[in-house]
């Protein structure tokens, strides 16, 4: 008797068990289901998202040698162009200009090469200084990168500066770069 009760009680569980797992094969089913149905989470970007608001633009200096030391400071301007969608950045002024109102994000780099002088660099938004990088290469290969995401109205410029008294290295090799790219509009 023993026997045939807990024989009936592991009958129980094991039926219990097979029930629980048909309810969660039709929950999933079922989410499957609506998954199919629902749109895609990228259906619509396209027509938010349209060709004129695609930005995006990388640029090295394009020289070889030591650039500056000047005595005041100095429009960068990057003329070796990567990419530059959108053709927001002007290599002939180093100037980016926003296309349109949106959240941006930039990334600068600089290089300094076996010199005693300070190598340096000022980032602007239109006049306002947004942050400075500097370093004393002191006989050493020094390189520095800093990135930034701002909100920029549609004709807001974006620039670098090399700092007065301050000079930088470049090559073949593009170590002093400027990009930067539109994450979204506003």
């Known amino acids: ?6 024989t009936l009680a592991l009958l129980l569980y094991v039926w219990a068990g097979i029930l629980q797992l048909k309810a ?7 989410e499957a ?18 060709d004129h ?10 020289m070889d040698g030591f650039y500056g030391p000047f005595t ?11 990419t530059n969608n959108g053709n927001a950045y002007n290599p002939v002024t180093g100037i980016f200009t926003a296309p349109v109102k949106g959240v941006y994000h930039f990334t600068a780099t600089i290089f300094g090469k ?18 400075t990088i500097s370093d004393l290469p002191n006989g050493n290969h020094v390189i520095v990168s800093r990135d930034i995401s701002l909100s920029l109205e549609k004709g807001d410029v974006v620039f670098i500066k090399l700092t007065a008294n301050h000079q930088v290295y470049d090559d073949y ?8 790219f539109l994450l979204f509009s506003l």
């Open 1 to 6: 008797m023993k026997a045939t009760v807990a």
């Open 33 to 50: 289901a609506q998954m199919q149905q629902d749109p895609p989470l990228t259906e619509g970007f396209e027509k938010t998202h349209d």
């Open 53 to 62: 608001t695609k930005v995006a633009f990388s640029a090295a200096l394009g």
């Open 173 to 180: 090799n593009n170590f002093n770069t400027f990009g930067g």
């Open 72 to 82: 005041t400071d100095v429009t960068m301007t990057f003329k070796k162009v990567f």
């Open 114 to 131: 076996y010199s005693d002088h300070w190598m340096g660099m000022r980032f602007f938004r239109n006049e306002d200084i947004m942050f």
């Open 24 to 30: 969660e094969d039709e929950v999933q089913l079922e």
